[in-house]
């Protein structure tokens, strides 16, 4: 009989992966940790290429530990993880792991119940426990290496997979090799995989190996293989099974397999058209006993045990469970476990899917109904460790056993997911139980209420912030209709995204009239409260006044985690007005008492905020300071993506390309924001005005994240405020097209006078107004900017100054266009925002082209000139080339001391006895270019004072010149 084992002994067509994961092995060996992810479709050859790395580590005396993530979601969060440590355990002794994991035995003890009862600590968040499992792992790698083989990523819960990523991510030099194996073909956008790939692939020493179908010599190959065996199917014809198989090894195998299981029992059939007809041929060979081990097994997992199999079985004690186990590890469908006795491994999940898929529905049902009792017998109905595995199985056989236990395991996995911060799973488990739960039944509510915290928390981009509160919404309205008023407030505590959803307000309302004003949930539930009516309806004054409530009576009271959260409310709500400084005021606060009450949230949320408003006021540097303190933090990674992400936007402020895409890269690390584009991406290309095919680029970006220009109320803005920048000095229809649409799109969430939209909206309208030259949507755009009252716009990083002059210079107001420029490259030079400085320049050159601007024009464009070309502002640099024709030079040979014809009209007006203030007026420059000029002036001829440079110019004949041309 051939063996599985006879005909995996040989390798065919991966010479070149092989001798990639071997030089893996060898940096790993020299303390270099290693990421290599073995991508490829089911029965590709991922677990084979696993096994060959992990045969050749263990020669070169490396430990191996392997992590199978199950399909169906019955395994528990962090499964794979649990396996990994329970193999090195066995490798290493229990003693020696619990050594390697110090202070974190109790964290682990979430994994490990051996290691004691879990530390209160280690169930606050998930990094707390992926912070353990690396620090443990890196630890026993000191005295040998190891290899980590995490197989079938695609089922991996999302917790697991952070874990993963904090390990790439952070053990850099152990003598460590990750390993991971994973189908692309079960990986979607909104896959929680695809989340963290991106940030994986940018690790140093990780490389990503597909693996594609055999070419036909390797299927000959292995044909042949069989036919050194005597293998009266080797006959046939290899261009065949090479295509009807695409080269996929397993197929082929498969193939193979059935040939010989037909040539033995003297029966002869066409080649199989696909796997399925293959497998069953060589099911059709298997007595009863072998079959219904491999249908039970099948339904348990790809993972099973003897025993259970026996348990379930009505038919089959251990002992013929045991010899059918031994036929069908002979005939290739399963191989013993290494990890336990008597358990079994399905050769490849396909097999385990196609086995699965061959029982009927009702028998499907039954089996379910009997591996479910018989695990609650194994375990009793308190081991959290297979709750999830018990609730699998009861919701698949609610038809015959009724909904009760699906629905009692469903909360219990729900819990222990959510106590370990897997909240996707803790999604996954509920929403199976609300599929069987009707609304009468008693454990209908804590479902829901279970869903709505684990929607409110999860950062999964399978849903939207709607989605996340509805979930909440369901919750409510179910304790409400009941009478449950206390469970109905507490409820709506749950879900943490109030931002671009409907009805949070008035379900938000109805809660705060069931709490009294003395208790201490009500001003917690107010602040929640001011956020939707800001979020919800708008009303950005009346939620400013709430939280100014809260604040006073936390003051009052001194809670100071609670003055600190309504702080951070505030600041957010006077953010969202454009009262720039009373954000930072408030905002400063509530980080020094988030940082005092050690409640760390409130930091963590308000850095992009607080450096927003930072940046609207040119503050640069306090800005820089604030992020940096609260960089210090023991932040969650989120929150650390949010302060990379404020700096990346302080960097393209500056001009500074190099740290925004640096900024950005750490970010997206951190989110693993696999598919989010903001300003800071396009910004360094796009921003700077490049020419190096970034619209096409941009173009493309935009519409695989977003599909078809379908972008939120947030981000639309951004996106599109970009667009229309590039828009400007791109001349490209389709930059004007999205911003437009964004533009569109952002309005169309929120058609009410929501304060957001116009501080949002507004700079967008008017760059869309400049590329369109629509004068009579520049009156409106006018108007829309006379109540702001900052100077630069944070979110599509330009000048309000430069804005109000391009839209009054459209509008024939060209003094008054002068002075809003003069006002811009002011505000620009002071807050050292050097690319909107030499946008400025480029807008104001080209008024005053047309009004005859004299030496003001050729000043202009030489400033402009130095910026642009040192930021490598490649079309703005063109665009001041062309302008400078039929400008006069700043400077002039007949000037003493380089002074520019700028300088000798201020100095001759110095002369005259002029302030800078009539200087200023006089020239129509702002009182700050004049002390400029007035400083350059003085240390061009060394003159102390102004006394000294009237001299200066009496000397040197500069008294009653005019420079003008």
């Not at 959260?565 to 930072?584: I, P, T, Y």
């Not at 320049?841 to 009004?851: G, N, S």
């Amino acid at each position: 009989m051939t063996s599985r084992s006879d005909i995996e002994d040989r390798i065919f067509g991966r010479d070149r992966e092989l001798a990639e994961l071997n030089a893996a092995l060898d940096r790993a060996i020299d303390s270099n940790t290693q990421l290599i992810l073995l991508v490829g479709e089911p029965g590709i050859g991922k677990t084979r290429l696993a096994e060959e790395t992990a045969s050749l580590a263990q020669k070169r005396g490396a430990r191996v530990a392997w992590g199978h993530c199950l399909d169906g979601g019955g395994a528990p969060p962090y499964w794979p993880w649990t396996q990994v440590l329970e193999s090195l355990s066995r490798q290493v002794g229990p003693t020696e792991l619990q050594v390697a994991a110090g202070n974190s035995r109790s964290v682990l003890a979430l994994l490990l119940p051996e290691f004691g009862v879990a530390g209160e600590s280690s169930t606050q968040d998930g990094f707390t426990l992926h912070r353990a499992i690396m620090d443990t792992i890196v630890e026993l790698s000191n005295s040998s290496p190891i290899v980590l083989i995490i197989e079938d990523m695609q089922w991996a819960d999302d917790a697991s997979l952070q874990a993963l990523k904090l390990m790439a991510t952070t053990a850099r030099d152990a003598r460590v090799m990750l390993v991971g194996t994973f189908r692309n073909t079960d990986v979607s956008r909104t896959h929680p995989l695809s989340a963290i790939l991106p940030a994986l692939n940018r690790i140093p020493g990780a490389s990503r190996v597909r693996l594609s179908g055999l070419d036909e010599t390797s299927v000959a190959m292995m044909l042949g293989q069989h036919a050194e065996r005597g293998d009266p199917g080797s006959g046939v014809s290899t261009r065949e099974v090479a295509s009807r198989t695409d080269g996929n090894p397993f197929f082929v195998r498969e193939v193979a397999l059935s040939l010989r299981s037909e040539s033995l029992h003297g029966s002869r059939s066409p080649i199989p058209e696909g796997i399925i007809e293959a497998v069953g041929r060589r099911l059709s060979d298997l007595d009863q006993g072998s079959l219904d081990v491999l249908r039970i097994g099948s339904l348990i997992g790809r993972e099973f045990d003897a025993e259970l199999v026996s348990d379930v079985s009505s038919e089959l004690s251990i002992e013929e469970c045991l010899e059918s186990c031994e036929t069908i590890v002979a005939r290739g469908f399963v191989r013993e476990s290494e990890s336990w006795p008597l358990a079994y491994t399905f050769v490849h999940s396909l097999l385990q899917e196609t086995i699965a898929a061959e029982l009927s529905a009702s028998r499907r049902i039954r089996l379910h109904g009997r591996i479910g009792e018989a695990l609650e017998r194994r375990y009793g109905s308190d081991d959290d460790r297979h709750t999830g595995e018990l609730a699998r199985h009861f919701v698949e056989a609610e038809v015959i056993l009724g909904p009760d236990k699906g629905i009692e395991y469903s909360i219990k996995a729900a819990r222990n997911a959510l106590q370990m911060d897997a909240n996707d799973d803790a999604d996954r488990y509920t929403s199976r139980g609300l599929e069987i739960a009707g609304g009468e039944h008693s454990g209908f509510g804590e479902l829901l209420s279970l869903r709505a915290e684990a929607l409110g928390s999860t950062l999964s981009r399978s849903y939207s912030n709607q989605d996340r509160w509805d979930a909440v919404v369901a919750a409510f309205q179910h304790y409400e209709s009941s009478g449950d008023t206390e469970r109905a407030s507490e409820v709506v505590m749950l879900g943490s995204f109030l931002a671009n959803v409907e009805g949070a307000a008035s379900l938000l309302k109805r809660a705060l009239g069931m709490v009294p004003d003395s208790s201490p949930k009500w001003p917690w539930l107010a602040l929640r409260y001011g956020v939707a009516l800001d979020g919800d309806l708008g009303n950005t004054d009346a939620a400013a006044a709430l939280f100014r409530t809260v604040a006073d009576q936390a003051e009052h009271a001194g809670d100071h985690q609670l003055l600190g959260r309504a702080l951070a409310h505030l600041c957010q709500a006077c953010l969202g007005v454009g009262d720039h400084e009373s954000a930072v005021k408030h905002g400063v606060r509530a980080v020094q008492l988030g940082i005092a009450t050690g409640d760390i949230g409130t930091p963590g949320r308000l850095s992009n905020f607080l450096s927003d408003a930072y940046l609207a006021l040119g503050l640069v540097a306090q800005s820089e300071a604030a992020l940096a303190t609260i960089e210090t933090l023991d932040l969650y990674p989120y929150a650390r993506a949010t302060i990379y992400t404020s700096r990346t936007l302080l960097t393209l402020a500056s001009g500074n390309w190099r740290l925004a895409d640096e900024s950005h890269s750490a970010a997206t690390e951190l989110m693993g924001a696999a598919s989010q584009l903001g300003t800071e991406v396009s910004g360094s290309r796009l921003f700077r005005g490049a020419t190096d095919g970034s619209v096409d680029w941009f173009l493309d970006e935009l519409h695989r994240v977003t599909g078809d220009d379908k972008v939120g109320r947030i981000w639309g803005t951004f996106y599109a405020g970009c667009a229309a920048l590039a828009a400007d000095v791109n001349d490209d229809e389709r930059l004007l097209s999205y911003a437009e649409n964004g533009l569109r799109g952002t309005r169309q969430q929120h058609p009410m006078t929501h304060r957001f939209i116009t501080i949002c909206g507004a700079p967008l309208d008017c760059l869309i107004t400049k590329v369109t030259g629509d004068k009579q949507r520049a009156e409106s755009c006018l108007s829309a900017l006379s109540s702001f009252k900052h100077r630069f716009d944070p979110g599509a990083l330009v000048s309000i100054d430069r804005l109000r002059g391009f839209l009054t210079a459209m509008l024939d107001r060209r003094d008054e266009a002068r002075g809003h420029y003069e006002a811009a490259l002011e505000f620009c030079e002071s807050a050292g925002y050097w690319p909107e400085y030499v946008r400025t320049c480029v807008d104001y050159a080209e008024l005053l082209k047309e009004t005859g601007g004299g030496t003001r024009g050729g000043e202009v464009i030489a400033s402009g000139l130095a910026h642009s070309k040192r930021l490598g502002m490649d079309r703005y640099t063109d665009k001041l080339n062309v302008l400078s024709i039929g400008f006069e030079s700043p400077t002039d040979d007949r000037n003493p001391d380089g002074l520019t014809n700028r300088e000798v009209e201020v100095i001759r007006l110095i002369a005259a006895g002029h302030s800078n203030q009539q200087i200023a007026d006089q020239l129509f420059l702002s009182r700050y270019t004049v002390v400029r000029h007035v400083s350059n002036i003085f240390g061009k001829i060394s003159a102390a004072n102004r006394a000294e440079a009237a001299t200066y110019a009496n000397r040197h004949g500069l008294v009653g010149e005019s420079q003008e041309t």
